[in-house]
T-cell receptor
Framework: KNQVEQSPQSLIILEGKNCTLQ??????????LRWYKQDTGRGPVSLTI?????NTKSNGRYTATLDADTKQSSLHITASQLSDSASYIC???????????FGAGTRLTVKP | EAGVVQSPRYKIIEKKQPVAFWCNPI?????LYWYRQNLGQGPELLIR????????DSQLPKDRFSAERLKGVDSTLKIQPAELGDSAVYLC????????????FGPGTRLTVL
């Protein structure tokens, strides 16, 4: 069973609308949780990173939240743009500098 | 500053053929990673190098996969012979030593095995 589960698997929204992507993880404890954006045909690019003691982090129109008690994180995208169409991957790093655990990603499509 | 460079970007081969992917990390990044990303999935680590030493290759299918980083800079990942199930995107990433949670990814090589 994957240690990082994301939902929904895919999502279609209209340009200008907001959306929220979910990430549930079982990695515990953990060092940090990161959200990546992966455009089609490109490598993942980091959007936000949070340690276990942080509960929110913003990067422009992207806001990530973290609830370490429920082991859930969300990525909220405000006023979506066509360029937001991409896969969004949740990644959790265990402690002791072990390798990252990747979720399967949510495929977001923003339509005009 | 140039990012992580990978080539080729796309490769189509028939099963049982060999294939190789090349990666040049960001200058100064001593740590290099090869990942495999299947369609609709997150990346899975295949191997991690610290300089020229492979420090974690536990997920590398050693019967057909091999990798090298002879001078501790660029790296090559090889599959021989390729199987249908090897069709995936192969991502290379790099980071500074001790900063493994800040990895920079290349664009990947999309492999299709027919």
């Amino acid at each position: 069973k994957n240690q990082v589960e994301q939902s929904p698997q895919s999502l279609i929204i209209l340009e200008g609308k907001n959306c929220t992507l979910q990430c549930n993880y079982t990695v515990s404890p953990f060092s940090n949780l990161r959200w990546y954006k992966q455009d089609t045909g490109r490598g993942p690019v980091s959007l936000t990173i949070m340690t276990f003691s942080e509960n929110t982090k913003s990067n422009g129109r992207y806001t990530a939240t973290l609830d370490a008690d429920t082991k859930q994180s969300s990525l909220h995208i405000t006023a979506s743009q066509l360029s937001d169409s991409a896969s969004y991957i949740c990644v959790v790093r265990p402690p002791d500098n072990n390798d990252m655990r990747f979720g399967a990603g949510t495929r977001l499509t923003v339509k005009p | 500053e140039a990012g992580v460079v990978q080539s080729p970007r796309y490769k189509i081969i028939e099963k049982k053929q060999p294939v190789a992917f090349w990666c040049n990390p960001i200058s100064g990044h001593n740590t290099l990673y090869w990942y495999r990303q299947n369609l609709g999935q997150g990346p899975e680590l295949l191997i991690r190098y610290e300089n020229e030493e492979a420090v974690d290759d536990s997920q590398l299918p050693k019967d057909r996969f091999s990798a090298e980083r002879l001078k501790g800079v660029d790296s090559t990942l090889k599959i021989q012979p390729a199987e249908l199930g090897d069709s995936a995107v192969y991502l290379c990433a790099s980071s500074f030593p001790g900063q493994r949670d800040t990895q920079y990814f290349g664009p990947g090589t999309r492999l299709t095995v027919l």
